[in-house]
């Protein structure tokens, strides 16, 4: 069975850092391309971050470009989303998700982050 | 990276045929054959219900279909049931391995 299964998630003050997990399973992790997208409460979706197979592209979004870094570990079928200097604006709930045909195929459960004094 | 624009709500009764448009621009839905539509039901993750532009993931039913027109695309959602009823995303690829999604919206099954 194909899943993704986000962890890391929590509540955090305004400045601070915190690290997202998204453990895969199921398919050959280290063939595809991954992305992170976010949910603010009661709001719509937006695409945050890509990684390519192989490290071979990363783009970000420009409201985290900075601040939030990708990164992948195919040996542990990992991927990751360093979130540092966190703004109470980037609280939402963080799925990663499969890229494949152009879209996002598979999808996690999400990971709810808050950031608040 | 400006976000599409879906219309906030649409609805239709069972066995009905409902239209969401998504409107983008010439550097996003206009100028690749990359939309996708997302189904999310309330505390779920959003699934994907159609992706370049027309094609179904398996087990989509082929009561879904997508098509596009210069800068909007639009998902059709025929022979209405109550399961439908969910908010819908249009998403698009925007260069740069950049995806953009629309606001969202809410289908009623009256």
């Known amino acids: 069975e194909v899943q993704l299964v986000e962890s890391g998630g929590g509540l955090v003050q305004p400045g601070e850092s915190l690290r997202l997990s998204c453990a895969v399973s199921g398919f050959t992790f280290s063939s595809y391309g991954m992305n992170w997208v976010r949910q603010a409460p009661g709001k719509g979706l937006q695409w945050i971050s890509f990684?390519?197979?192989?490290?071979?592209?990363?783009d970000y979004a420009d409201s985290v470009k900075g601040r939030f870094t990708i990164s992948r570990d195919d040996a542990k079928n990992s991927l990751y989303l360093q979130m540092n200097s966190l703004r109470v604006e980037d609280t939402a709930i963080y799925y990663c998700?499969?890229?494949?045909?152009?879209?996002?195929?598979?999808w996690g459960q999400g990971a709810l982050v808050t950031v608040s004094s | 990276q400006s976000a599409l624009t879906q219309p906030p709500s649409a609805s239709g009764s069972p066995g009905q045929s409902v239209t969401i448009s998504c409107t983008g621009t010439s550097s996003d839905v206009g100028g690749y054959d990359y939309v996708s539509w997302y189904q999310q039901h309330p505390g779920k993750a959003p699934k994907l219900m159609i992706y370049e532009v027309t094609q179904r993931p398996s087990g989509v039913p082929d009561r879904f279909s997508g098509s596009k027109s210069g800068n909007a695309a639009s998902l059709t959602v025929s022979g209405l049931r109550a399961g439908d009823e969910a908010e819908y995303y249009c998403s698009s690829y925007a260069g740069g391995r950049k995806w953009v999604f629309g606001g969202g919206t809410k289908l009623t099954v009256l």
């Open positions: 998700a499969r890229d494949q045909f152009w879209a996002s195929d598979i």
């Open positions: 990684i390519g197979p192989g490290n071979s592209r990363i």
